[in-house]
């Protein structure tokens, strides 16, 4: 298995709060990705990282933000969360874009 | 955009009966596209993708996939499903020059009936 963690792997928090998570992989991997998974929507991107410091957007960016500052880690900041945050949040990497991606075990983040 | 319609929301199929997951996607040039199976509480695995070349594609734990451009089809296919492929498929298809953002359909929930 691809060295990926995910952390935390549960949170419950309250809107208006501040959430960050982080994924941290040890397998060097250029592309790193998040994704959330919503009932009915499949995965959609959020934001993807080709880089250290490298960022784009994907389809849901709106009220997250993301930083890449190592090549191993890759931090997801909920600025002040809202409800319809609540969601899974995958994390994966990929060595190069068309390649296989690689998913974390995911977090659960509930907002109150 | 590129997008990827999965119609089968849900399928159930008989232990020992052949199975086949529709995908459609919508995309300019030739596509980049990917299979992927999440198990519950589990994170994706990727099960086949097809970039160019022989359009029918083998992948792991018995699955295939053809590609059909007239179609805009990548439908998977397995002869005979066992109790452990019940899960949930996804299609994906990689947008940009190197597919270096892969946008998924909604999934199909596959349920095995004993």
């Known amino acids: 298995d691809a060295g990926i963690t995910q952390s935390p792997r549960h949170k419950v928090t309250e809107t208006g709060t501040p959430v960050t998570l982080r994924c941290h992989q040890t397998?060097?991997?250029?592309?790193m990705y998040w994704y959330r998974q919503d009932p009915g929507h499949g995965l959609r991107l959020i934001h993807y990282?080709?880089?250290?410091?490298?960022?784009d957007k994907g389809e849901v960016s709106d009220g997250y933000s993301v930083s890449r500052s190592k090549t191993e880690d890759f931090l997801l900041t909920l600025e002040s969360a809202t409800s319809s945050q609540t969601s899974v949040y995958f994390c994966?990497?990929?060595?190069?874009?068309?390649?296989?991606?690689?998913f974390g075990p995911g977090t659960r983040l509930l907002v109150l | 955009a590129q997008s990827v319609t999965q119609p089968d929301i849900h399928i159930t199929v008989s232990e020992g009966a052949s199975l086949e997951l529709r995908c459609n996607y919508s995309?300019?040039?030739?596509?980049?596209l990917f299979w992927y199976v999440q198990s519950p509480g589990q994170g994706l695995q990727l099960l086949l993708k097809?970039?160019?070349?022989?359009?029918l594609v083998q992948g792991i734990k018995g699955f295939e996939a053809e590609f059909k451009r007239s179609q805009s089809s990548f439908n998977l296919r397995k002869p005979s499903v066992h109790w452990s492929d019940a899960a949930e498929y996804f299609c994906?298809?990689?947008?940009?020059?190197?597919?270096?953002?892969?946008?998924f359909g909604s999934g199909t929930r596959l349920s095995i009936r004993p």
């Open positions: 994966a990497i990929s060595e190069s874009g068309a390649e296989t991606q690689y």
């Open positions: 397998e060097n991997h250029r592309y």
């Open positions: 990282s080709y880089g250290v410091k490298d960022t």
């Open positions: 995309y300019g040039a030739t596509p980049y």
């Open positions: 097809y970039f160019s070349g022989d359009t």
């Open positions: 994906a298809v990689g947008e940009g020059s190197s597919a270096s953002k892969i946008i």
